[in-house]
Nanobody
Framework: QVTLVESGGGLAQVGGSLRLSCVAS????????MGWYRQAPGNGRELVAT????????YTADFVKGRFTISRDNAKNTVYLQMNSLKPEDTAVYYC??????????????????WGQGTQVTVSS
């Protein structure tokens, strides 16, 4: 089993920044890819960004390119999402995700094996 715990959400102003963190515990040595999804009210869960345990094959949604950056510290079993230039449409619950698969890109939520509990991000003008 793997447990994912997010932190760092909250309220930000338009143009502001937040950094989300997700700490993994349990059978962490089996994790091959981690990342972030988000879900706004009335919408489905959508990909934000994912990255592998090693290597540089990241996947990032077009709507966050140039604004959000995903990074990972394997020594701390933590993945981060630095969010800059926030917009009201970034308001959502952000979920940490992980897969044990060595081939899954995790660009489809069906490829996710483990989810965190979610952290609310609200961007106000």
């Amino acid at each position: 089993q793997v447990t994912l715990v997010e932190s760092g959400g909250g309220l930000a102003q338009v143009g502001g920044s937040l950094r989300l963190s997700c700490v993994a515990s349990g059978r962490i040595f089996m994790i091959n890819r981690m990342g972030w999804y988000r879900q706004a009210p009335g919408n489905g869960r959508e990909l934000v960004a994912t990255m592998p345990r090693s290597g540089t094959t990241n996947y990032t949604a077009d709507f966050v390119k140039g604004r959000f950056t995903i990074s990972r510290d394997n020594a701390k079993n933590t993945v981060y999402l630095q969010m800059n230039s926030l917009k009201p449409e970034d308001t959502a619950v952000y979920y940490c995700a992980a897969t044990l698969s060595r081939t899954a890109t995790m660009t489809d939520p069906n490829e996710v094996d483990y989810w965190g509990q979610g952290t609310q991000v609200t961007v106000s003008s």
